[in-house]
Nanobody, 120 residues
Framework: QVQLVESGGGLVAAGASLRLSCTASGRSFSNNPMGWFRQAPGKEREFVCTINWSGAITDYADSVAGRFTISRDNAKNMVYLQMNSLKFEDTAVYYC?????????????WGRGTQVTVSS
């Protein structure tokens, strides 16, 4: 079983940047694709982005493409989410997860999340 812990969230002004980190422990990390999701109050959890095991292939939701970048460091068991040009609507709890694709049902391990709040 893999354990995931997100960090790096906080309160920022619109237009600012944040970098989220996800630390993985437990089963082999480097063989697994990873993803980021987010959930705003009163809304369903939604796909943000995903990255394959090597980092060579990524996919982004239209709402974040061009502003967010997912990356990973397999030697450190880390996945990152660089978020630039943040908007009020990016406010949510951000989760990292093990899996691939845009549906949360294809992910089998989740962290507890980190809160990102963007003030308008």
């Amino acid at each position: 079983q893999v354990q995931l812990v997100e960090s790096g969230g906080g309160l920022v002004a619109a237009g600012a940047s944040l970098r989220l980190s996800c630390t993985a422990s437990g089963r082999s990390f480097s063989n697994n694709p990873m993803g980021w999701f987010r959930q705003a109050p009163g809304k369903e959890r939604e796909f943000v982005c995903t990255i394959n095991w090597s980092g060579a292939i990524t996919d982004y939701a239209d709402s974040v493409a061009g502003r967010f970048t997912i990356s990973r460091d397999n030697a450190k068991n880390m996945v990152y989410l660089q978020m630039n040009s943040l908007k009020f609507e990016d406010t949510a709890v951000y989760y990292c997860a093990v899996g691939w694709g845009r549906a949360n049902t294809t992910y089998d391990a989740w962290g507890r999340g980190t809160q990102v709040t963007v003030s308008s």
